[in-house]
Nanobody, 124 residues
Framework: QAHLVESGGGLVQAGGSLRLSCAASARTFSSYAMGWFRQAPGKEREFVSGISWRGVNTHYADSVKGRFTISRDNAKNTMYLQMNSLKPEDTAVYYC?????????????????WGQGTQVIVSS
C-alpha cells in the first residue's frame, strides 16, 4: 500500500492559482501512473487529471482542460497539480492516487491507493 500525502490546498479568490503537491513513498512512486481526483460536498469523487509513470502522457477532465497542469518529479517522488484561473466550481477536496499500472487511467477503480486529501476553496 502506497503512502500518499497531499499539500498545497487553501482558500483563493476566483481567477487565482494554487499548486497542489502529492508526496509518495519511494518504493511505489516511479513505477506507476498517478492521478488527481476531487470531491465536492454532496457529490461523487471525480477524475481531474492523470499522468503516466514517466510523465510523458497526461489526461484532463474537460472541466479543467487548459487551466490545470499535472506533472511529476520521480527524483523527488512528488506529483503536482498546477491550478490556474480557478473557479468557485473547483471547490472540493483534492485527492492524489496511484494505480497499479503505468498508463494513464481515469476511473476510481483503476487506482489502488489514495491520500487523505487537501481542501481547495475558491471564493467568488
Amino acid at each position: 500500500q502506497a503512502h500518499l500525502v497531499e499539500s498545497g490546498g487553501g482558500l483563493v479568490q476566483a481567477g487565482g492559482s494554487l499548486r497542489l503537491s502529492c508526496a509518495a513513498s519511494a518504493r511505489t512512486f516511479s513505477s506507476y501512473a498517478m492521478g488527481w481526483f476531487r470531491q465536492a460536498p454532496g457529490k461523487e469523487r471525480e477524475f481531474v487529471s492523470g499522468i503516466s509513470w514517466r510523465g510523458v502522457n497526461t489526461h484532463y477532465a474537460d472541466s479543467v482542460k487548459g487551466r490545470f497542469t499535472i506533472s511529476r518529479d520521480n527524483a523527488k517522488n512528488t506529483m503536482y497539480l498546477q491550478m490556474n484561473s480557478l473557479k468557485p466550481e473547483d471547490t472540493a477536496v483534492y485527492y492524489c492516487a496511484v494505480r497499479k499500472g503505468t498508463v494513464v487511467a481515469t476511473t476510481l477503480d483503476d487506482f489502488s491507493s489514495w491520500g487523505q486529501g487537501t481542501q481547495v476553496i475558491v471564493s467568488s
